[in-house]
């Protein structure tokens, strides 16, 4: 019944080497978020998609870039991770915020260690 | 600073209600909402409030909204042991973007 899943839930990397979490969803969403939360802060919106249209916040690195090759599914590349982006990964979906309190859905989050 | 601010913890003993409070900064604001994440878990829409209202109930929960002050709260009634969690605060700053507080951690003890 999960209706955004996120995989994997750990996920553990070397430094520098490319990793890529995964997202989809059975919901038929328009919008998809990558948010990144670090332990004891707000969860940070890193980019969303609005169908196709992507759109980057001014503040996510470059090191940061997504995917959406279809509605269900939407893809998180980390090209050179460093320590600093340990962190949990939450993929959300939503209609759209402006049709009146469209709640964000949020898989379970993929866990990223960096060693 | 953040845009969305809660304080860290609160902590309630089982049967009593439990007040957790916000403040925003973008006036403009359409929706409040509350969300709850549990340990090693994702965030779970709890509620969500309409800029124009004062007030929302939704069965143990009331949401109270001072849009003057910029101020939110939500009020559990009768906290048990499984509301223990983080509850965060969050405003729509845009059509699509959700802008977080750092989330309020609810122990409940018996």
């Known amino acids: 019944d999960a209706m955004v899943i996120q995989n994997p839930r750990y996920q553990v990397t070397q430094f520098g080497k490319p990793v890529t979490l995964s997202c989809s969803q059975t919901l038929n969403h328009n919008v998809m978020y990558w948010y990144q939360q670090k332990s004891s802060q707000a969860p940070k919106l890193l980019f969303h998609y609005y169908d196709k249209d992507f759109n980057n916040e001014a503040d996510t690195p470059d090191n940061f870039q997504s995917r959406r090759p279809n509605t269900s599914f939407c893809f998180l590349d980390i090209r050179s991770p460093g320590l600093g982006d340990a962190a949990m990964y939450l993929c959300a979906t939503s209609r759209d915020l402006r049709t009146g309190g469209s709640e964000a859905f949020f898989g379970q989050g993929t866990r990223l260690t960096v060693v | 600073g953040e845009d969305v601010e809660q304080s860290l913890f609160l902590s309630v003993r089982e049967g009593d209600s439990s007040v957790i409070n916000c403040t925003y900064t973008?006036?403009?604001?359409?929706?409040l909402y509350w969300y709850k994440q549990e340990p090693g878990a994702g965030l779970q829409l709890l509620t969500y409030i309409f800029s124009n209202m004062d007030m929302k109930q939704d069965q143990r929960l009331t949401v109270l909204l001072n849009k003057k002050d910029k101020h939110l709260s939500l009020r559990i009634a009768d906290t048990q042991t499984g509301d223990s969690a983080i509850y965060f605060c969050a405003e729509s700053i845009n059509d699509y973007k959700l802008s977080f507080g750092a989330g309020t951690t609810v122990t409940v003890r018996a």
């Open positions: 973008d006036s403009s604001s359409t929706y």
